[in-house]
């Protein structure tokens, strides 16, 4: 890969995420610490890396969706969905390559479900997957039968908990994630189509884009990426619990796309910067939780962070903004931000 | 009949097929007191729906409802239980906060060109936010007042009970109809939805319809909030978590197009009234789980966006030259 450049590096989210990380640290000396027991770290850090692993997975596929100009709304549900289909199946005492690639095709499975009713249907993204979100925690409970389904098979339990050259294994599978999606993106020409078609999809379409299939695959690995979250998920917790798993984690995972510097009207995107997002919601969640602030001033800080991006991506404001920070050395309107928030 | 009007024919017809299907099933679902519970325990969200009807006719979408349900709620209970204020003025400053806080959502999507769907999601974490910090545990109302409001009801032939919540909401839901139809503001919103542009350059003024719009849905949401503090008789900040969701799906079960302009202030009604009969007739069955109700709705979420694919691509011309002419 290219060496980014210095200036790349300093993107508005990182900046942020440094920001954010260095307010934990004022507010609780011990948060970089990082220690080795048992074979693996341990500190505030690696834990932020390991609670946002789930949202930062759920963001890789939220990027591409949102990019193509759709949304999705079911990544929550089908968290669910996977997260009871792997607990069913570590339950009945299925082998584990079946236990693992279940809930990953139930996920695919969703995930054209939607890409059908968006792609062959026409129908607007929003409502298309708010069905399967409405629908989905139905379904895990009629899988799980309305109980909590707890099992102790070691590998869904290694997925969910265990290490990996040190690094916890929701992170370590984010990050494979991350750069193989990356790649994919970058070094083939997918990531110039789906900018295409969500820049201006007619206009792909009559440059022989096929972007009806292109859209299908997109919204399966979105369902794709749910199912290892929610696999993760329900590793995690060592069983599933179909009303709570992934709940609302899909407004996360849109959040953590439009800090990433997606627009929701589609078009430029960028699958590493919507995982840096992801750590900063987390980052924040943390934050608050070590620094001994009430959790329900959780809720507020994340409205104001969103309200500080808002202005800073906002079409009308951008100009004037750019001119303004680019009159100064660094951009001091999200570091302060940051650091009040 | 007017092309205009086939998808809410359409919902109505499915709405009366399948009340007739569960009557046919338990003959005790035909009774006045079936539907007096209707509409008294689906107040709430029939209030709150006929805001994210206009916020949906558009062109927008609005999340915070859920939270500003909740965030109203705790308020009145905050104003009544612990300053001690009277309900009538705890009510009047609720419904001006409400709308003074859908109006700087409004302003915010207007001014800075940002997706409603961001803005309103800002909108309910700060709301959902603002609840929790002010109380995390229910706060129970006992004013005499709410007792009175509560005992009102009207005798409705057949012993079913016609409560004040429940004429509140149909007078919503008729005060909703007329703005859409019969005034200035609502053809604005209509032209709005149908296409920003144009409706700017025939002298539309789209920044204070907007903020209108905004105001409106969130004015409404803090009036759900007031009602189900009357409904529950207390105030809790998660109070009607994901309402948001289940208020659009009644809008679109109801035949409104989430592209915007178009839809039916009616068709709503009859959206909220089908997610009631589902669960009524899940009550009723007695044998089925919980878990049916999400899927039905799903199930019939699916089945009337598919019936409006179908309606609009078969009078695509017809569609377009209406929204020409709305």
């Known amino acids: 890969m290219r060496i980014p450049s210095v200036k790349r590096l300093l993107s508005p989210q990182l900046i942020a995420l440094l920001g954010v990380l260095l307010f934990n640290w004022i507010v609780f000396p011990g948060f970089f610490d990082v220690a080795w027991r048992d074979g693996r770290f341990f500190g505030s850090l690696i834990d932020v890396i390991n609670r946002g692993a789930p949202v930062a997975i759920l963001s890789i596929g939220m990027t591409a969706i949102i990019a193509t100009r759709g949304v999705d709304l079911s990544v929550g549900a089908v968290m669910a969905v996977a997260g009871a289909v792997a607990a069913t199946c570590a339950v009945t005492g299925q082998p584990v390559i079946i236990m693992l690639l279940a809930p990953l095709a139930v996920g695919m499975l969703c995930g054209l479900w939607n890409g059908f009713l968006v792609s062959i249907l026409g129908i607007q993204p929003f409502v298309a997957t708010l069905v399967l979100m409405v629908a989905g925690r139905g379904v895990a409970q009629l899988i799980t039968e309305g109980s909590i389904v707890t099992f102790n098979d070691p590998v869904l339990i290694f997925i969910g908990t265990g290490s990996f050259l040190g690094l916890p294994m929701p992170a370590v599978i984010a990050i494979a994630l991350m750069v193989g999606a990356h790649l994919l993106v970058r070094r083939t020409a997918i990531g110039l189509f789906i900018e295409a078609i969500g820049i201006n999809r007619s206009a792909a379409n009559y440059t022989a884009l096929r972007s009806r299939s292109l859209v299908l695959a997109i919204y399966a690995f979105g369902g794709v990426c749910a199912a290892i979250a929610g696999t993760i998920a329900a590793g995690d917790i060592r069983g599933a619990d179909a009303n709570n798993t992934g709940l609302w984690l899909e407004l996360d995972a849109i959040l953590a796309v439009v800090i990433g510097g997606t627009s929701l009207m589609g078009g430029r995107f960028s699958i590493p910067l919507s995982v840096v997002g992801a750590l900063i919601i987390q980052a924040m969640n943390t934050g608050i939780l070590v620094s001994g602030f009430p959790p329900e001033f959780n809720l507020i800080v994340k409205a104001g962070l969103i309200i500080i991006i808002l202005v800073l991506q906002s079409a009308k404001l951008a100009p004037t903004l750019d001119r303004i920070i680019k009159q100064r050395p660094v951009q001091p309107s999200i570091q302060t931000s940051e650091k009040t928030g | ?326």
């Not at chain 2, 961001?118 to 109302?141: E, N």
């Not at chain 2, 004013?143 to 012993?159: A, C, E, N, Q, V």
């Not at chain 2, 529950?232 to 009607?240: F, H, R």
């Not at chain 2, 997610?275 to 007739?281: A, C, E, F, P, S």
Request: charged share 5%.
């Open chain 2, 1 to 326: 009949m007017n092309p205009r009007y086939r998808p809410l024919a359409a919902t109505t017809l499915i709405f009366v097929v399948a009340y007739g299907l569960c009557i046919l099933q338990y003959p005790g679902m035909w009774s006045t007191r079936i539907l007096g519970n209707f509409l008294t325990d689906n107040a709430f969200l029939g209030i709150a729906a006929v805001g994210a009807t206009f916020v949906i006719i558009s062109g927008g979408i609005d999340l915070s409802i859920g939270a500003v349900i909740g965030l109203a709620g705790v308020v009145v209970a905050v104003l009544v239980s612990h300053l001690g204020l009277h309900p009538i003025a705890a009510f009047g400053i609720v419904l001006t906060m409400s709308a003074v806080f859908g109006a700087a959502m409004g302003a915010v999507i207007h001014f800075l060109q940002v997706p409603p769907f961001i803005v309103t999601l800002a909108g309910m974490f700060l709301a959902r936010g603002l609840a929790s910090i002010l109380s995390q545990d229910s706060i129970p109302i006992s004013h005499p007042f709410y007792k009175t409001i509560m005992d009102l009801y009207y005798r409705l032939p057949g012993g079913g009970r016609l409560s004040a919540i429940g004429l509140l909401m149909l007078l919503v839901f008729l005060f909703g109809g007329l703005i859409a139809h019969r005034t200035r503001f609502g053809s604005y919103v209509y032209a709005l939805g149908g296409n920003p542009t144009s409706a700017a350059l025939m002298g539309v003024p789209t920044g204070p319809v907007t903020i209108g719009i905004y105001a409106l849905s969130s004015l409404l949401g803090g009036l759900a909030g007031i009602v189900y503090s009357l409904y529950t008789s207390a105030g809790y900040p998660l109070a009607a978590v994901g309402i948001e969701l289940d208020s659009i799906a009644a809008v679109v079960i109801g035949g409104t197009l989430l592209t915007g302009g178009y839809g039916f202030v009616f068709g709503t009604l009859i959206g909220v009234m089908l997610q009631g009969l589902v669960q009524t007739y899940i009550v009723f069955d007695g044998t089925l789980s919980s878990w049916w109700t999400k899927i039905a709705i799903g199930v019939l979420l699916f089945l009337f966006i598919l019936l409006q694919q179908l309606v609009f691509s078969a009078h695509k011309a017809g569609a377009r030259l209406k929204k020409a002419a709305a």
